[in-house]
């Protein structure tokens, strides 16, 4: 639990301080003159010393230079703004300060980061259902518990299939608001028109079809966290809604202008580049900052060093588990783990052990299917697609993906694994591409039993 020492003569001003630190998690000591200060700072040195440096029997700023020496961060609240007074201390380390009357969204912000990077954090971090021990993973289940307990927005960037909703959940379970709802929403599969009802509700007769009152996911998210997945995939007018949202912890449902209040953390996630996506227009500029004070980003399966192993391990002992077996992989199976470069990441791990497991004669699965092993190696020659070097990002993209989905003769969920996108998100970019008109082969007929 990180640690709080406040200094201010002010009886109220103490108490209203520590109300708001306790609630963000910290455990808080008070101080109301220079010399208990100094006893208290030698006694326990805080993450944190909130000091006001007019107070009795001193000078705070003696206090402000010991906390500073032990490590500490100081921001000094003050009443008074004297250049003399800030230039001293910052000198001193002062970080940052807070005029009186203090802001409070301002100081919850300062705790908020405090907490995020406190050393109360567990060395192996926090898991949650994640399973790993490469370094790469092992660096987001200590983000995952730093950043947990506090009410930071957190964005979560990765290639599809990296995990990004199992960390989300991880968040979420790592929060003081664990007993709270998790409502997971992908923004990329509701359609844009009735997102925003989605999102903040409606009520009766706001639009047709709307016969009857509803609660939106900020609303049935109350007090929990929302996880807001391929955020990108949001309407540019709704993301200035979420923006306001975020800021104001307020909105309206749709068809009405009564103010909900709402205690929300929201996650978001994409597996775009978010800068990528900033300078093509999806996703607005100020959102992305509001959304990115935490960016956290889980590793593609290929830098996982022997994770592989361990998640098919654990794929293939939850299917044992469901199904009282007892099969096990062949040596060569457990070669190929660690050769292949996973483009579809753990969702593709997780499908290749599931083929394995079905198509196994006996106890022990060999590899299933060898030509998916091999993607990601070197592509047969026809497998390929010109791009010239001045076609627009979104035009090569669009290209790859028809040329992909041709190839898989029509399957889109075959597609969106080779693509290494989920098949959601493949489905919007299809819908996309026949409005404007190109060709997009369809899925083939189910075969006839
Ligand atoms: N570290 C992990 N341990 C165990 N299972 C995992 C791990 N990472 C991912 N998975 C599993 O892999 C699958 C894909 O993970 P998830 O849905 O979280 O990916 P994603 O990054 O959200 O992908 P997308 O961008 O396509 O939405 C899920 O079945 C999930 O349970
Ligand atoms: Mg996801």
Redesign the pocket.
């Known amino acids: 639990m990180p640690h709080l020492l406040i200094l201010d003569d002010d009886d109220l001003i103490r108490d209203t301080l520590s109300e708001v630190a306790r609630d963000s998690g910290f455990s808080v000591g008070e101080a109301a003159s220079v010399s208990e200060a100094l006893e208290q700072l030698t006694l326990r040195p805080p993450q944190l010393l909130l000091a006001d440096i007019r107070v009795k029997g001193g000078d705070g700023l003696e206090v402000c230079r010991n906390a500073s020496a032990l490590g500490s961060e100081v921001v000094v609240m003050t009443g008074y703004s004297s250049v003399d007074y800030a230039v001293e201390a910052m000198r001193l380390g002062v970080r940052d300060f807070l005029r009186k009357p203090i802001c409070m969204d301002r100081l919850q912000s300062i705790l908020d980061r405090i907490a995020s990077t406190a050393e109360h954090i567990p060395a192996e971090g926090f898991?949650g259902?994640?399973?790993?021990e490469s370094a790469g993973?092992q660096e987001v289940y200590r983000s995952i518990a730093r950043v947990g307990p506090t009410n930071t927005t957190v964005m979560?960037i990765?290639?599809?299939?990296?995990?990004?909703?199992?960390?989300?959940?991880a968040i979420h379970k790592a929060s003081k608001r664990a007993d709270k709802p998790y409502i997971a929403v992908?923004c990329g599969a509701i359609s844009p028109n009735l997102m925003e009802s989605e999102l903040f509700g409606h009520e009766r007769g706001s639009f047709t079809g709307a016969d009857r009152q509803h609660k939106g996911y900020f609303e049935q998210a109350d007090g929990g966290t929302l996880f807001l997945?391929?955020v990108t995939e949001m309407p540019l007018e709704l993301q200035v809604k979420l923006l306001r949202v975020l800021e104001s912890h307020e909105f309206m449902r749709v068809g009405s202008h009564k103010i909900q209040k709402c205690d929300v953390r929201v996650v978001a996630?994409?597996?775009r580049n978010p800068e990528q996506a900033v300078r093509d227009g999806r996703l607005r500029e100020d959102l992305y900052y509001r959304l990115a004070v935490f960016p956290l980003e889980?590793p593609p399966?290929r830098a996982r060093e022997s994770?592989p192993q361990l998640?098919a391990d654990?794929?293939l002992a939850d299917l044992n588990e469901m199904h009282g077996t007892q099969r096990v992989f062949s040596p060569e199976v457990y070669e190929q783990l660690l050769t292949h470069n996973w483009p579809g990441?753990?969702?593709e791990?997780?499908n290749y052990v599931q083929r394995a497991y079905v198509m196994a004669d006996g106890d022990t699965l060999n590899a299933p299917v060898k030509r998916r092993m091999q993607i990601g190696k070197k592509p047969a020659s026809g497998d390929c697609i010109d791009v010239p070097v001045d076609t627009t990002l979104a035009d090569a993209e669009r290209k790859l993906i028809l040329a992909t989905l041709e190839r898989c003769a029509g399957v889109k969920k075959q597609a969106a694994t080779l693509l290494?996108?989920?098949p959601?998100?493949l489905y919007n970019r299809l819908m996309a591409y026949a409005a404007e008109g190109y060709v997009v082969m369809p899925d083939p007929e189910p075969e006839k039993v």
């Open positions: 898991r259902r994640m399973v790993g993973i979560l990765g290639e599809s299939g990296t995990g990004k909703e199992l960390a989300a959940e992908n997945d391929e996630a994409t597996n889980l399966l994770d998640l654990r794929f990441n753990v969702r791990l997780r290494g996108v989920s959601k998100t």
